[in-house]
């Protein structure tokens, strides 16, 4: 096996999410959706290791791997199958169908582990020099053909693995500032903090194994958003390292100093840079967390109770929505959910962390505007939300595994706008799927609320035909259409990568694409980060 | 007099802030200061009538000022010499003084009032082709230069003001957004929204008479950020004229759909583009608002105080903390002031805005927090701070015609850092006036909290010399140095126009500034957008 960094947290498996003995059996239950409500006929089948999945061959000039593999010494570079293969795709359902089989994959000539700001700044300046496609490499979990660079006309691709660089730099506790570095995955970087007394507050469905630079470079939002805020809201320094040079940004919470330039690279997708430092904005490790269920008798009843105190408090920590068909399914009633009928309601989920005085008096602010607004407590509810919270990729395997194609996707506007786009998404995607003969399972949540809108979230299930990946596309396309069509931004926190690159440059229009062509060639003017992903009329 | 379009609202005054009646006669104790403990020697005077002050002639071309004139129409564009006096300068101390005297001043060549979006365009397309320089133009109150661009190598200048713009164009009460238009001065902003129960909550010190697209061109910080957050906080989207066309950002309150563009044109001040329209989230009119003022033994044990409340909350509306000297004045005993003493301990107002009950839970949380932290309750600080909320650039006013310079500057660090940066400004400033015979009354207040940090504003009076701007130069030039050094950031809510541009420069450093250069240049090929302000490296 390659020379690959190692840490006592587990990594994605090669073929799914993480660890495969977490990926669940599926209920009888929904076994029968599956084949009786959706007509799923087999099995998909994926290989039985790494070595069984093709690649496109290496193309790297013998001389440049070898400067790149000085410059971050012969233990921390590896051009092996193996780990090619584990670099070759983020965690998309379509992604994951292509590891599963398919022509050779593109996938990463050389992975590179660098272990300081400096070797990153050298690497980037060989690559600049020597033309090679970079993709900087987080936790390896991007849904939108983040980790997928377009290559041609370029001598080869490295990945820059920042997994190395995972050091608690230095905690700023009179300011509640900490310097971390961007390869820290989510566990880790809380267990180095919550040593201290500390945590971030970031945990989205990906915690498990995404990293803070990929936290940073995606805007990521996690699932108590509400209370510790979006993940560039709690960045408040980055140093970042491009083939132009390092910026360092970032000398205060806030400034009248000219554009926040921080807000340029958060959400740059590696595209611009590479992040090499978070300074990022802390809190004591709550003495108390508590989630409970909350039932509406609609998805309407239920959005305006999270609008009630999005916009006017208390605002708890997590606040998110199921609607009918999200419910049912939670509630273990497929067959209510194949009928479309919402016999359940919708189920909300609203936590509170913080001191334990805080949560009280939060949490019976926040409760007398639930119940105002026709909510009843339902409190297992709650558990069972906590219980689950980052499950959900796993039971995406199992579904795969017998034969679904399950993908979810998702948008956010502004409040008189939501209901439309949810409209026109469920819509879209219904009928892209219908008239290919699947008719599918919509689900939908609100995750994440602000006083001017909210996001929607949908997960997406049928009988997978003998082309997924194609299968998925029209329904992909037209729910991109669907959303900018209604109004909606084309991700929450998904991001855009490569498989949003169209709408997104519908939604910015020009000259916004100019603006971030420029700022692309300032600072790398060779092309050669993440070519392909985010920026409007790159390479395609 | 020229044609002007009118408003019910008051202009600023020619010579200085707003409605001379206004401005205060000073009591015997601060003439008492100024004559015995500061060593002011005579009155500076001033014109009597704008005809009396200097300017440059005009030099824009007559085919090019017919141009112009078309595109606004006849009525909306002049050349007379008020109009050009008005629009010469902002309201820093050197700018006023600059006004009372001296040689010809710079001033725009004609000053044009466009009606849409469109006729912003216009201009700005004729401009560029013609190369004549532009100065946006809103409120007049900017304190950094930013109304006094470079213009060599240009046609001429010419001042494009937004205050014909000034509609409510939308609302959206269940996202509760509002669509506003650019030339809004603060009080007209609110009484369109208060008509419809709303307020944006944004109420910096320049309120009587900045605008909503100056608010947003300099990332203005209102006296209730803490509360209603800042101005680049409540901006979900802007519409934008560039010379290379027009953009519209935002469609979502927060979005992962690449970097925040918004962000770029905040704090852009007039560089690269000209806000048209902004959408702002709105909130109901507050039920009930309540100040009280707080005494705490010293500026570390108020600054912990409000640490502790930025952290950990309630945080409440208002939150302010003048220090010992500032305290002094306050209390109308200037002779502790001039001998350093600090007897009166230090004051903090803090203040609660919103429905009743939401403002007494959260008034109970914050004085149980303040009391803990050592503060004594001083109810009439509280009415005494609202009474004279925008008072604070009349009384300067009168300090000049008394003799007095008398001049502001701010900052914001993280918390560990704001001692540092108080002493180090403070030391700097000191010296820089007492070296040349003038020892300075120096005040503090920090006025803004974040978790991370918070910002601090300086007042310095001491006697003027004969050439007070040159004499105060270098006391701004040792209060930028020391900022920098010490690790504050060289605006918080002023901005960074022409005065500041050499300290900002150092702070984003390179390519940090080629981000910017690159951007400009892609937006404003001709460079004719308030050139030598703000951009890194653009004309000095």
């Known amino acids: 096996m390659a020379p690959r960094p190692t840490d006592p947290y587990p990594e994605l498996s090669w073929w799914g999410w993480g660890d495969p003995d977490q990926v669940p059996q599926l ?28 690649l496109v061959a290496p ?75 970079v993709v900087p490499f987080g936790g390896g979990t991007s849904v939108v053909g983040g980790l997928d660079p377009e290559t041609t006309g370029f001598a080869g691709l490295v990945a820059v693995d920042l997994r190395r ?30 040593a201290r007394g500390y945590t971030i507050g970031h945990f989205p469905q990906s915690f498990e194994y995404a990293t803070l630079g990929g936290f940073a470079a995606a805007r990521s939002s996690g699932q108590a958003s509400a209370g510790y805020g979006r993940f560039d809201e709690v960045v408040m320094g980055l140093k970042v390292a491009t083939p132009a040079g390092s910026l360092v940004l970032g000398r205060a919470p806030k400034s009248a100093a000219g554009p926040d330039l921080r807000q340029l690279f958060l959400g740059s997708e590696g595209t611009l840079g590479v992040i090499t430092s978070l300074t990022v904005q802390v809190r004591p490790v709550p003495e108390r967390r508590v989630y409970s269920g909350w039932r509406f008798g609609s998805f309407a009843e239920g959005t305006a109770a999270l609008r009630r105190l999005a916009q006017d408090g208390p605002v708890p920590t997590v606040l998110r929505l199921s609607d009918e068909a999200e419910t049912a399914l939670n509630l273990a009633r497929p067959a209510e959910l194949a009928q479309g009928a919402g016999a359940g309601g919708c189920l909300a989920v609203v936590g509170y962390e913080g001191a334990e005085t805080a949560v009280e008096a939060r949490r019976a602010g926040a409760e007398s505007v639930l119940r105002a607004m026709g909510g009843e407590p339902d409190p297992e509810a709650g558990q069972a939300w906590e219980r689950d919270r980052y499950r959900g ?18 948008t956010v506007a502004f409040w008189s706008r939501l209901p439309n786009v949810k409209e026109a998404v469920t819509s879209a995607v219904r009928e892209a799927l ?28 049928c009988a997978a035909l003998d082309d997924p990946v ?7 396309a037209a729910a991109g259409d669907a959303i900018e069509g209604s109004g909606g931004s084309i991700s929450h926190h998904h991001g855009v990568g490569r498989d949003h690159l169209r709408w997104y440059q519908q939604e910015i229009g020009e000259p916004a694409g100019a603006i971030l062509r420029a700022v692309k060639t300032q600072l790398d003017p060779a092309g050669i980060l993440n070519p392909g992903i985010l920026i409007p009329g790159g390479p395609k």
């Open 27 to 54: 209920p009888d239950s929904v076994r029968t959706l599956l084949s009786d409500g959706l007509g799923v006929r087999g099995p998909i089948g994926r290989p039985r290791s790494p070595s069984e999945v093709p």
């Open 59 to 133: 193309r790297l000039a013998g001389e440049v791997a070898a400067q790149l593999t000085d410059t971050v010494g012969a233990a921390h570079a590896t051009g092996e199958h193996e780990a090619r293969v584990r670099h070759a795709r983020g965690r998309s359902t379509p992604d994951l169908l292509r590891l599963r089989g398919g022509d050779p994959l593109a996938a990463p000539d050389l992975v590179l582990w660098p272990g300081s700001h400096e070797e990153v700044l050298a690497l980037l300046w060989i690559c600049s020099q020597e033309r090679v496609a």
């Open 165 to 194: 660089m995972n050091a608690l730099v230095s905690l700023d506790e009179e300011s509640r500032l900490a310097e971390l570095e961007p390869g820290l995955r989510g566990p880790q970087a809380e267990e180095l903090l919550a």
């Open 393 to 410: 990729p796993y039971l995406r395997d199992a579904l795969l595994d017998a034969g679904a194609l399950v993908e979810t996707l998702e």
């Open 434 to 461: 219908s008239a290919q003969g699947t008719p599918p399972v919509i689900l939908c949540h609100v995750s994440h609320v602000y006083p001017s809108g909210a996001s929607l979230y949908f997960t997406v299930g």
């Open 470 to 476: 194609a299968q998925w596309q029209l329904a992909k």
